[in-house]
């Protein structure tokens, strides 16, 4: 919990800022996780029912929110696919010659092609599999 602020909270609310957006996090506010702490399990899990607060948001936040599974944070705000499409993006011929110059696109092309031709994929999907793995071995 200590950590969350120093990572993940930290890097929203500067990428947030930057664009003159507040973004809230109101289910991590110290005292209503104290509190969810503080609970005793019988009052957390009852006839298979885990995730209260997020039953109680129904009707106020989309269902789609609501029903979407658990991503991580840099995951939730798609930063992957933005550093592949910037790749791919300046490896094709600039109107800019000296851009041309600047940056050597059939290098930058032939270094993401290796890096996806020897099994890596796209970080979200490598991501993916690596927890799969991991759940699947601690069982």
Do not use: W
Not at 128 to 138: D, P
């Amino acid at each position: 919990m200590n950590n969350l602020y120093r990572t993940d909270l930290q890097r929203t609310d500067r990428s947030t800022m930057a664009s003159s957006i507040e973004c809230r996090v109101p289910f991590l506010d110290r005292s209503l996780i104290e509190f969810a702490m503080a609970l005793p399990f019988y009052l957390k899990v009852r006839t298979g029912v885990e995730k209260f607060v997020r039953e109680a948001c129904r009707g106020d936040i989309p269902d789609y929110m609501i029903d979407r599974p658990k991503m991580r944070m840099p995951e939730g705000i798609g930063i992957h696919d933005q550093i592949f499409q910037a790749l791919t993006d300046a490896t094709c011929p600039s109107d800019i010659p000296l851009l041309d110059i600047i940056i050597d696109g059939p290098q930058i092309r032939n270094a993401l092609a290796m890096f996806l031709e020897f099994g890596y994929t796209a970080p979200t999907e490598r991501y993916k599999k690596s927890v799969l793995t991991i759940s699947r071995a601690a069982t």
